[in-house]
């Protein structure tokens, strides 16, 4: 089984900056794909960014040019710039790969961006 351990996220006034963080333990998969999802509450869970272990990156249109998601070896980071007050939302990350079943995720950590 994979575990993963996010860290970082809190408080922070719009137009500032915050890191998260996620690392994956455990039976990892060398072919994989580790990304993020948020949740604003109301909302359902929306994609943010993912990264392949083939060096692909993907980002959500809402945060292209903001939000860069980097890997190192089974740790993946999301530095977040220009943060808007409609980035609030519940963090999630995410493990994927082509065994069946594995589609995991972290418990989730929270971001606030308000003045």
């Known amino acids: 089984q994979v575990q993963l351990v996010e860290s970082g996220g809190g408080s922070v006034q719009p137009g500032g900056s915050l890191r998260l963080s996620c690392t994956a333990s455990?039976?990892?998969?060398?072919?994989?794909?580790m990304g993020w999802y948020r949740q604003a509450p109301g909302k359902q869970r929306e994609f943010v960014a993912r990264?392949?272990?083939?060096?692909g990156i993907r980002y959500d249109d809402s945060v292209k040019g903001r939000f860069t998601i980097s890997s190192d070896l089974n740790t993946i980071s999301l530095q977040m710039n220009r943060l808007k007050p409609e980035d609030t939302a519940v963090y999630y990350c995410?493990?994927?790969?082509?065994?069946?079943?594995?589609?995991?995720w972290g418990h989730g950590t929270l971001v606030t961006v308000s003045s």
């Open positions: 995410n493990y994927w790969d082509r065994r069946p079943g594995v589609d995991l």
């Open positions: 455990g039976s990892i998969f060398g072919d994989n794909v």
């Open positions: 990264i392949y272990t083939s060096g």
